[in-house]
Nanobody, 122 residues
Framework: QVQLVESGGGLVQPGGSLRLSCAAS????????MGWYRQGPEKQRELVAS???????NYADSVKGRFTISRDNAKNTVTVQMTSLTPDDTAVYFC????????????????YGRGTQVTVSS
């Protein structure tokens, strides 16, 4: 069974930086687009950033210029480097994979991790 596991959340002061990582595990043949969603208190889930296997990245307007997403296809990992954090960035951050190929071959779609809390506060 394919799983996504996030790490790197925590408490950071405004203006600080944080790095989130996510690893896909299981019997994986290929991982397609990966990225990060977040859901803040009393807010709708928002797509923060995504990246294709060939490295094309997209960002929400709210994080452009502050967040950088990257991935390692060999390790099936995706990372987001977050800088200049503000209290508005406080949220649970969820790693996701749009589609994962497993032996069969067959595909699993819209896989999410359990989330990691990011709190920006002084």
């Amino acid at each position: 069974q394919v799983q996504l596991v996030e790490s790197g959340g925590g408490l950071v002061q405004p203006g600080g930086s944080l790095r989130l990582s996510c690893a896909a595990s299981g019997n994986i043949l290929a991982v397609y687009a990966m990225g990060w969603y977040r859901q803040g208190p009393e807010k709708q889930r928002e797509l923060v950033a995504s990246i294709t296997p060939n490295g094309i990245a997209n960002y929400a307007d709210s994080v452009k210029g502050r967040f950088t997403i990257s991935r390692d296809n060999a390790k099936n990992t995706v990372t987001v480097q977050m800088t200049s954090l503000t209290p508005d960035d406080t949220a649970v951050y969820f790693c996701y994979a749009e589609r994962i190929m497993v032996p069969g071959p067959r595909y699993e779609y819209n896989i999410y991790g359990r989330g990691t809390q990011v709190t920006v506060s002084s």
